[in-house]
């Protein structure tokens, strides 16, 4: 078997996948540019098993230069996962033109160079954001996609496009996944249930944007890792499928949920709607489970409990 390159590997989810490969007793070439969008000191430590595995190597560059992604196919590789991206709706909405340039411009460097080296399979992150704010529950991979309402959504539906384009032209195997809200250890700690966690755990008030009622689809992390490896095993033709939990919550819901995990009460901030927010994700994971076999399985308080033990084991 070939090696597997994961872009963005030293992020929440590339590390993780990372890990998952080599236990698999696969080859993993990581590539990651450490952006500062938070601590690069953090992005390291996730990486922390992987380094010591004589199966990883790790390199470290932009997806946007293509000499350096080039450089990652010189061996024999079978697959990209391509993670990396300009993340987050808000920080998109305040550099929009950055957020194209890496989720877009980087998306196209990488299947092009993924088309050179005549790799056979791509499989890349999309996001649920694509969706808006779709009037109809669960959303399904069918649904029109045409109206997002942040810059970085409509990156991730510019790179599905992208990715269709390259398929076609060029007969490669592209699958795209669209991911509900991934939480769990290591998670960015920009992201609601981490930032949550560690103000109530300091005793200090949540931000708390609307009245409470918007809900999301979380999705624990290793149902996400596993939809992932089997698009890998499955990668054929062209494809789009939804990984979550299938389970939305709403944001109240979510806050006592923390609460309950931590033995803590939380103190609101009352803030106004953002924009750019959606008011609801809901997968229809049926497509996911009937060609995949992706099976999430991970309740939101097995889930929570998790990762509250692993933010107090390392704080």
């Known amino acids: 078997m070939g090696a597997i390159i994961v872009t963005g590997a030293a992020g929440f989810i590339g590390s993780h996948l990372c890990e998952r490969l080599l236990e698999q007793n696969r080859t993993v070439i990581g590539f990651d540019n450490f952006d500062d969008f938070y601590d690069p000191a953090i992005k390291r430590q996730n990486l922390a098993q992987c380094l010591d595995h004589d199966s990883f190597v790790m390199h470290e560059g932009d997806i946007r230069d293509a000499d350096a992604v080039a ?137 708390v944007f609307g009245d409470g009622s918007t809900s999301r689809d979380y999705t624990y992390i290793d149902d996400i890792i ?47 709607t953002q924009p750019g927010d959606v008011d609801r994700t809901f997968a229809d994971v049926t497509l996911a489970r009937k060609e995949l076999g992706y099976n999430p399985s991970t309740h939101i308080d097995e889930g929570l409990a998790n990762f509250v033990k692993w933010f107090r084991n390392s704080n």
């Open 71 to 207: 450089k990652l196919f010189a061996d024999d590789v079978e697959t990209v996962v391509h993670l990396a991206a300009r993340a987050g709706v808000r920080p998109s909405i305040v550099e929009p033109q950055r957020c194209q340039d890496v989720n877009v411009g980087g998306t196209t460097v990488m299947l092009d160079a993924a088309r050179n080296a005549k790799c056979p399979k791509f499989v890349m992150a999309s996001s649920s954001s694509v969706y808006g704010n779709n009037k109809k529950i669960p959303f399904a991979e069918s649904d029109n996609v045409d109206l997002p309402i942040s810059p970085y959504a409509a990156s991730k539906k510019a790179t599905e496009l992208i990715a269709h384009t390259y398929a076609h032209l060029f007969d490669m195997s592209v699958t795209c996944l669209r991911f509900f809200t991934v939480y769990g250890p290591r998670q960015r700690p920009d992201l609601a249930i981490h930032k949550f966690t560690k103000l109530i755990e300091d005793g200090q008030p949540i931000p």
């Open 226 to 272: 596993d939809g992932v490896v089997r698009s890998i095993e499955r990668c054929d033709g062209y494809r789009i499928y939804n990984l979550g939990e299938s389970q939305p919550i709403r944001l109240d819901e979510l806050i006592a949920a923390i609460e309950k995990a931590l033995g803590k009460k939380a103190v609101i901030n009352r803030l106004p």
